[in-house]
């Protein structure tokens, strides 16, 4: 019996857990390719309402953060600018074709306080015991392992520091017209929130950044 249990337990280890259908596009260069051209799209700015979700990381001047799935690095000037050069921000990616885009882009915006991070499907690799806060944008739902990526992530905070998911509700049209989030996306508001607070953190806050598509929950370390 113990043989049978060691051999589940290894198994389950082996395969990825739940994100299957959000993370088709993503298997191939060609793929990620396409998704890239709507991570860099013009009225992005405007939709993602970005200094509002800086905002909600409560960041200051000195403080390190994390952009977890950075993509492109969209979120990069952003969080640069609110840590200033006595700051650090950690833009991890499991993708290498995507950081080589955000490098481009932290090149460009002549950021000097990023630091470029190659993590895995379990394992964000962040420093333990540094960060301020840690943002999740548009990324929670490609998680195949959320409970090892929690626990991770939970290390890498301060004892003070903020993880901010902002993630697209579960419902028709969220993402879009059509029923896309409801095949897309995992898990809605409610159950996301518990998900996470299983993993050892505590929900401060949650309200939405765009009515009907897209929510922003703020989290602590218990």
Do not use: W
Not at 103 to 125: A, C, E, I, M, Y
Not at 162 to 188: N, P, T, W
Not at 205 to 220: M, T
């Amino acid at each position: 019996m113990k043989k049978l249990a060691c051999l589940f337990l290894l198994c389950a280890a082996a395969f990825p857990q739940v994100a299957e259908k959000a993370n088709e596009g993503y298997k191939t260069k060609e793929g990620r390719a396409s998704v890239a051209k709507g991570l860099v799209s013009a009225d992005r700015e405007a939709r993602q309402k970005p200094r509002d979700i800086v905002e909600a990381l409560d960041l200051k001047p000195g403080d390190s953060v994390a952009d977890v799935g950075t993509g492109v690095g969209f979120m990069l000037p952003y969080l640069s600018h609110a840590v200033r050069d006595t700051g650090q921000v950690y833009a991890e990616d499991i993708q290498t074709d995507f950081l080589d885009q955000a490098r481009t882009r932290v090149q460009l915006s002549q950021l000097t306080n990023v630091k470029f991070v190659l993590g895995t499907d379990r394992d964000p690799k962040l420093p333990a015991d540094t960060l301020a806060g840690v943002l999740i944008l548009d990324v929670y739902h490609h998680f195949d392992y959320p409970e090892a990526m929690l626990g991770h992530i939970r290390d890498s905070l301060l004892s003070d520091g903020k993880l901010v998911i902002v993630e697209y509700f579960k419902r028709r049209g969220a993402m879009g017209q059509g029923d896309r989030a409801l095949e897309h996306i995992r898990l809605d508001q409610d159950d996301l929130i518990k998900e996470v607070e299983t993993n050892g953190f505590r929900l401060v806050s949650k309200r939405d950044l765009i009515p009907n598509s897209q929510y922003v929950a703020i989290f602590q370390k218990k």
